[in-house]
Each structure stands twice: as structure tokens, then as C-alpha cells.
């Protein structure tokens, strides 16, 4: 499946915002996670009410144009309740937060196959599964880990149950 063209302005925006975007840290972070939350309570919303092709059309840009912009207009007004900004900046931080956690969802959407699993398993609960998969795969891209180094290593050699007695140490 070749990569779909998605909105190819709103998504040229968000690449040029993206980039300066992530110097924000936590407050991006913060945005990013809300628009994923809106972006995901819309589409599962769309699946209940049994338009599963619909959100695959919509996520592989195969949509009508009114479908497109209605669930659009629906994204941008959930994540405009959610931030809690009114006014020109509430639409502008929308204008370029939600290009960008779209444009994110829809590569992870097309690299993990997810379209392909959506049009062989039509059902309402694997749909609503593969949702919930693809807004992880979404959010371990948009925000990975920090580079703490934080790791588990393998448990090869048990702890003495007794530490050996040291020279010069009496207890």
C-alpha cells in the first residue's frame, strides 16, 4: 500500500512546527497527549456507531471531503474543550497540534499495517483494539523515552544472603 497523502498542507505545517515544537518538553507533551486523546475519543465514537470503514477511509485519506472535514471540525472542537485556551490562541495551538499528532497517527497507521488489519477484521471490538494499539505505537513515536538509560538487566547472579565480614569492621 503506497503512503497516503493526507491533507498535504496541514501536514507541511506541522513537520515545519514539529521541529521547534519539541523544545517546548513537557507543555508539548502535555498538547500532544490531549490531541491524541480527542483525536482517538472521536474515531472510537465513529466505530460504536458502526462507521469502521469510515474511520479507515478517513485514516487511509480515502474519505468523502465532508466526512473529512466533519470529523475534523469534531477533533479540533474536543481538543479546543480540553486545553482550556480561548480565543485566537486556543485556535492556533490546535491549528498546529492537531496536523502533527495526525500526521504521526497515520505513519504508525501505515508502518504497522493497520489499515490492512482493519479491512480483513471489520469487527466493532478489534477495530476498537487495533485503536487502541495504534494510539501507543502513536504516542511511543511522538514522545520517546527521555534517554534516562533506565534499563532491566537480566538477574544472572543471586545476592548473598550474607554479606562476608570486611577487615577492620566489627559489628
Known sequence: MKKPLFLPPLFSAARAAG?????????FQQLAKKALDSIQDILRAEVQKGNVQLVADFLADKALPAA??????????????????????????????????LER?????????????????ATVADTLRRLDELKRAAWKTMVPDA????????????????LPPTAGSEL
Not at 19 to 27: D, N
Not at 147 to 162: I, K, T
Request: proline share 5%; hydrophobic share 50%; charged share 20%.
Open 19 to 27: 521541529m521547534t515544537a519539541w523544545q517546548t518538553g513537557r507543555l
Open 68 to 101: 473529512k472535514a466533519l470529523l475534523l471540525e469534531r477533533m479540533a472542537a474536543r481538543l479546543l474543550i480540553r486545553i482550556g485556551l480561548r480565543g485566537a490562541l486556543a485556535t492556533n495551538v490546535v491549528g498546529w497540534i492537531l496536523p502533527f499528532v
Open 105 to 121: 497517527l497515520i505513519k504508525v497507521g501505515v508502518s504497522t499495517g493497520f489499515f490492512e488489519k482493519v479491512r480483513t477484521h
Open 147 to 162: 534517554g534516562s538509560g533506565a534499563e532491566v538487566l537480566p538477574d544472572d547472579h543471586p545476592m548473598p544472603a550474607q
